[in-house]
């Protein structure tokens, strides 16, 4: 069974940095393109962060760009999401999901159940 | 910026065909993908590539794509199918979603 565990969220003040992390299991992790993806509370989903499977292609959205980086560990089947000069438009729940594509088309194949972020003075 | 429209909400009685629907430019040339996300839980993929259905995924959810509007069509539902719903693209190396539609069953 696919798995995927996110930990590392909770709070934090303007201007802090938090790192997150996804936990993967039931599939091989180095074969897959993965991704962040956030949603603030009561809104829709937001992409954020890519990074393919073997971490040397990384693209970021335009609203964490030089604030965050994205990277991964094959060898211990982990993602992660360093998080630096938090806002408070920034709090968001935080979703690591497996990416797939197929026919000039990518879509999120599974999904972790999320980490709380807020970020509060 | 590509941009895909969805309607708030949609409501639909037990047991009755529920559409909800997807806008965008010309999006039937795109592949469209479809999230179903229930209240305090994380999204789960439910079609994906305009009308292909993961495993595991029940046969009463369908969809379709053509001109400028994408449908996703859930028969006889039920009140396990509450939820919200978003569509997403991929345009120019970008992802894209919907706003997302509240699916109330009555």
């Known amino acids: 069974e696919v798995q995927l565990v996110e930990s590392g969220g909770g709070f934090v003040q303007p201007g802090g940095s938090l790192r997150l992390s996804c936990a993967a299991s039931?599939?091989?992790?180095?074969?897959?393109?993965m991704n962040w993806v956030r949603q603030a509370p009561g809104k829709g989903l937001e992409w954020i962060s890519h990074?393919?499977?073997?971490?040397?292609?990384?693209y970021y959205a335009d609203s964490v760009k030089g604030r965050f980086t994205i990277s991964r560990d094959n060898d211990k089947n982990s993602l992660y999401l360093v998080m630096k000069s938090l806002r408070a438009e920034d709090t968001a729940i935080y979703y690591c999901?497996?990416?797939?594509?197929?026919?000039?088309?990518?879509?999120?194949?599974?999904w972790g159940q999320g980490a709380l972020v807020t970020v509060s003075p | 910026s590509y941009e895909l429209t969805q309607a708030l909400s949609v409501s639909v009685a037990l047991g009755q065909t529920a559409r909800i629907m997807c806008g965008g430019n010309?999006?039937?040339?795109?592949?469209v993908h479809w999230y179903q996300q229930k209240p305090g839980q994380a999204p789960v993929l439910v079609i994906y590539?305009?009308?292909n259905r993961p495993s595991g995924i029940p046969e009463r959810f369908s969809g379709s794509n053509s001109g400028n509007t994408a449908t996703l069509t859930i028969s006889r539902a039920q009140g396990g199918d509450e939820a919200v719903y978003y569509c997403?693209?991929?345009?120019?190396?970008?992802?894209?979603f919907g706003g997302g539609t509240k699916l109330t069953v009555l």
């Open positions: 999901a497996i990416w797939d594509c197929g026919s000039n088309s990518c879509w999120f194949e599974h």
């Open positions: 039931g599939f091989i992790f180095s074969d897959y393109t």
């Open positions: 990074i393919d499977y073997r971490g040397t292609t990384i």
């Open positions: 010309n999006i039937g040339s795109k592949n």
């Open positions: 590539r305009d009308t």
């Open positions: 997403q693209v991929w345009d120019s190396n970008n992802v894209v």
